[in-house]
T-cell receptor
Framework: DSGVTQTPKHLITATGQRVTLRCSPR?????VYWYQQSLDQGLQFLIQ???????AKGNILERFSAQQFPDLHSELNLSSLELGDSALYFC???????????FGPGTRLTVT | GIQVEQSPPDLILQEGANSTLRCNFS?????LQWFHQNPWGQLINLFY???GTKQNGRLSATTVATERYSLLYISSSQTTDSGVYFC????????????FGPGTSLSVIP
């Protein structure tokens, strides 16, 4: 157990809908990262937050947004969902901005 | 653009055999990690190794930052080693963006 928690574990929704994925980092970690893993694209870095502020941005679509709250948990919002958004979404945390990352168990999103 | 390559893409081993997995990267790195994704999808930290050599039981890793590669050694492989091995880097020129390699899929057969 890495100490990073993600909810829900599984999510099934329809095209056009909006969902929110939640991540709680390890105790004391200030950075949260979001990743998408799909069969055709591999593991893609989406976005990183550090102590509530956006730190780095990867291949995140405009339909997706994230935030980190004062208690350091983070949420990833996915809107106007398409079939191609079906994937495993991981959250990771680290103490700072250039440290070892620890991954949560992931949320499996299925868009039908 | 920035590249992270892993070789071999697939590997089948008999239980007890040794193997070496390689990660090449196209620029100087701030961070490098090796992960194992087990058949249930869980990503497990193996090593945080931007440079130097580390060992943990049957696994060890070496990163030669000046030559832009990292190696993961698995000795006396077990069926529980099966899964996909990823390296992930943060390059000095990539402004904290994390880049995963495509992975090496390992199957260890009894």
């Amino acid at each position: 157990d890495s100490g990073v928690t993600q909810t829900p574990k599984h999510l099934i929704t329809a095209t056009g809908q909006r969902v929110t994925l939640r991540c709680s980092p390890r105790s004391g970690d200030l950075s949260v990262y979001w990743y998408q893993q799909s069969l055709d694209q591999g593991l893609q870095f989406l976005i990183q937050y550090y102590n509530g502020e956006e730190r780095a941005k990867g291949n995140i679509l405009e339909r997706f947004s994230a935030q980190q709250f004062p208690d350091l948990h983070s949420e990833l919002n996915l809107s106007s969902l398409e079939l191609g958004d079906s994937a495993l979404y991981f959250c990771a945390s680290s103490p700072g901005t250039s440290y070892e990352q620890y991954f949560g168990p992931g949320t499996r999103l299925t868009v039908t | 653009g920035i590249q992270v390559e892993q070789s071999p893409p697939d590997l089948i081993l008999q239980e007890g055999a040794n193997s070496t997995l390689r990660c090449n990267f196209s620029d100087s790195v701030n961070n490098l990690q090796w992960f194992h994704q087990n058949p249930w999808g869980q990503l497990i930290n193996l090593f945080y190794i931007p440079s130097g050599t580390k060992q943990n039981g049957r696994l060890s890793a070496t990163t030669v930052a000046t030559e832009r590669y990292s190696l993961l050694y698995i000795s006396s492989s077990q069926t529980t080693d099966s899964g996909v091995y990823f390296c992930a880097v943060v390059m000095k020129t990539s402004y904290d963006k994390v880049i995963f390699g495509p992975g090496t899929s390992l199957s260890v057969i009894p």
